[in-house]
């Protein structure tokens, strides 16, 4: 399984991870064949927002003395009361449920402290400057969290949480449908059909945008959630594309993103993990979404790189995705940051070694200039 850096919460992670809301209500023995499937597959990140305390305790059952192997994400602000789940920014419950998940697992830490599902500004702001924050930093200095992390659907209120330099880690919701949707889109009409049809669209959002890039250009890796758009994404009847994307293809788009460190799907079965596994093993054509989305005319991504190097081979021997992510870096930026160009220097080719052929603008399915932004590139980096 490949891995991936969280950079600034300094270790590493399996590009496909398990979320493991679906798993709630399901009996001991299922969830111990889920997870194990998953371990056993080399996943080495999971996502645990639930408060419900069954499953909280069987999923500590299930990673028994693999515990540390494995990341988990815990949440601050996920409370189970009167029988329910809530979220929460009381503190006293923040602290009792955070500690109730470290008993039910059996351990001593969580791996990311994730402030829970922060998607309206003015919840940010509060949190940012109050007793949640001092909270996830006391548990960070104290070792009960290796890294601080916060859930979101919301784009703006995400960016704010990734300038304010006071997260590693952000959960975000991210999938090819989503990315089109204005940054503010509530989490409610994310799902909804009608939200495509009431939104002028084209293209990805440009907030969502600058939000990927700042967390690759600031070291807080991307944990991802609603993969798969809740399962519309997998259907043309449901897909607001008209057209069905696989699990791999979608898993791929998200991985593409800049910033992103790992998928995280949900599974109910050994079987379907083991189907989600093959990521691992599929060949590019398999993996590659750009031309179901490509062919989209209602939501038009036309112009802009999608980094998915279905433009390749290149006879110069330029990774296109790989100069465009970094093209796009360095242009959010006033000028382009010294470790931007570090990464640049290292690829293997250049803009500069473009031989100006055209072939990849004959395949890219966006329509991207490529030639054009190679010079843009060279005239920016110097090579
Ligand atoms: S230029 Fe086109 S084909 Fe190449 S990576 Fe970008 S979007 Fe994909
Ligand atoms: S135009 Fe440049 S980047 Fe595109 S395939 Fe030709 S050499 Fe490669």
Not at 57 to 73: C, E, K, S, W
Not at 271 to 287: F, G, H, I, K, P
Request: proline share 4%; aromatic share 6%.
């Amino acid at each position: 399984m490949r891995q991936r850096l969280l950079p600034k919460a300094g270790f590493s992670v399996s590009e496909l991870g398990l979320g493991c809301e679906h798993l709630q209500g399901k009996d001991e023995g299922l969830i111990r064949e889920v997870v194990g499937a998953a371990l056993d597959g080399g996943i080495n990140i999971l996502d645990l927002f639930m408060s419900e305390p069954n499953v909280r305790t069987n999923i500590g059952r299930a990673l028994g003395n693999r515990r540390d192997r494995v990341a988990v994400q815990g949440h601050i602000g996920s409370a189970w009361l009167d029988g329910q789940y809530t979220r929460t920014r009381d503190l006293e419950q923040c602290r009792r449920f955070f500690d109730d998940l470290l008993r039910r697992l059996n351990t001593e830490y969580m791996d990311i402290g994730m402030i829970h599902f922060v998607d309206d500004l003015q919840d940010w702001r509060a949190i940012e400057k109050g007793p949640v924050m001092e909270y996830a930093q006391s548990l960070k200095a104290s070792g009960r969290i290796r890294a601080t992390g916060m859930s979101s659907h919301n784009a703006q209120v995400a960016l704010e949480a990734v300038r304010s330099g006071l997260i590693d880690v952000l959960m975000f919701s991210i999938n090819p449908a989503y990315d089109l949707l204005h940054e503010t889109t509530l989490i409610d009409d994310l799902f909804k059909g009608e939200t495509y049809q009431a939104q002028t669209l084209r293209g990805v959002n440009p907030v969502r945008a600058e939000l990927y890039r700042s967390c690759e250009a600031s070291g807080v890796g991307i944990t991802v959630m609603k993969t798969l758009g809740a399962g519309a994404l997998l259907e043309a009847k449901s897909s607001p594309f008209g057209t069905a994307l696989t699990v791999p293809q979608l898993a791929r788009y998200a991985l593409d993103r800049p910033g992103v460190a790992s998928v995280l799907v949900g599974c109910t079965s050994p079987e379907q993990v083991e189907n989600y596994l093959r990521y691992e093993t599929l060949d590019e054509a398999s993996l590659d979404y750009s031309s179901a989305l490509g062919s989209t005319a209602a939501y038009s991504l036309a112009g802009r790189c999608m980094y998915c190097n279905h433009c390749l081979p290149c006879p110069a021997r330029i990774d296109i995705a790989q100069v465009n992510k970094y093209l796009d870096l360095a242009e959010q930026q006033a000028q382009p940051v010294a470790s931007v160009l570090d990464h640049y220097r290292l690829l293997e080719a250049h803009a500069g070694d473009c031989l100006a052929c055209g072939l990849c603008e004959e395949r890219c399915p966006f329509q991207v200039p490529v030639r054009q932004r190679m010079q843009q590139a060279k005239a920016l980096f110097g090579l």
